[in-house]
């Protein structure tokens, strides 16, 4: 894809959301990132669910450790893999008060060290509460970044290094959320939306032509 067309996949996608952000609720960076290593296969909305209780209870890391691992999987087991995603969260709860001073380190390095955080986690909470301009690829990403041709790769570092280099450093700092939510809607894993996508002729996916309004 030419950067005259990546400039307009984008421009199109910010003219729709000009202020996207993640759908995890949360009012804290702690809140944040328990709720991203939650949201590990799993969708926005069943944390969402698990987490509107969990938040009044255990709203900062000393609350989560001294709510405790039986606890805590008590309180989010709707959610798949509860129980070693609470023994992660009381982990790096614990890990954030040892190290920390029990905040949320603006460090990539420190992030990726904590129980349960890998790249992607750490990006998010890079681009969404210290603003930096890092694109954390999950399903929806990696599928649109080959599927549009914007990125192609075979894993997921590969297609974020591309990213990086593809997204015009205008759109960077939103990118991660333009397209996460543009394939969560629109551009569906198994039944994609062309029909009503803004940026159809800028796609170089050969199916789109095929894809018809269901009836």
Request: aromatic share 6%.
């Given at each position: 894809m030419k950067l005259a067309e990546r400039t307009e996949?984008?421009?199109?996608?910010?003219?729709?959301?000009?202020?996207?952000t993640t759908e995890l609720e949360y009012t804290s960076p702690f809140q944040l990132l328990v709720a991203v290593i939650l949201s590990a296969q799993a969708t926005d909305?069943?944390?969402?669910?698990?987490?509107?209780?969990?938040?009044?209870?255990?709203?900062?890391?000393?609350?989560?450790?001294?709510?405790?691992?039986?606890?805590?999987?008590?309180?989010?087991?709707?959610?798949?893999?509860?129980?070693?995603?609470?023994?992660?969260?009381v982990a790096t709860a614990r890990q954030l008060i040892e190290l920390h001073d029990g905040t949320v380190p603006h460090d990539r390095a420190a992030l990726e060290a904590l129980p349960g955080v890998g790249r992607?986690?750490?990006?998010?909470?890079l681009n969404t509460v210290f603003h930096?301009?890092?694109?954390?690829?999950?399903?929806?990403?990696?599928?649109?970044a080959n599927r549009l041709g914007l990125a192609p790769g075979k894993d997921v570092v590969a297609v974020e290094k591309k990213l990086i280099?593809?997204?015009?450093?205008?759109?960077?700092?939103?990118?991660?959320h333009w397209l996460i939510l543009h394939g969560r809607y629109v551009c569906k894993a198994r039944k994609p939306e062309c029909w009503r996508c803004v940026i159809r002729d800028l796609c170089a996916w050969k199916e789109k032509n095929d894809v018809q309004p269901q009836p």
């Open positions: 996949l984008f421009r199109r996608l910010a003219a729709i959301d000009p202020a996207p909305r069943s944390v969402n669910l698990a987490t509107h209780n969990l938040f009044r209870v255990a709203p900062t890391a000393q609350a989560m450790v001294e709510l405790g691992e039986t606890k805590l999987a008590d309180a989010i087991k709707t959610i798949g893999l509860y129980k070693t995603k609470a023994k992660n969260v992607k986690t750490a990006n998010v909470i930096e301009p890092v694109i954390a690829v999950d399903t929806h990403i990696f599928r649109l280099k593809a997204v015009p450093a205008v759109y960077r700092l939103h990118a991660h």
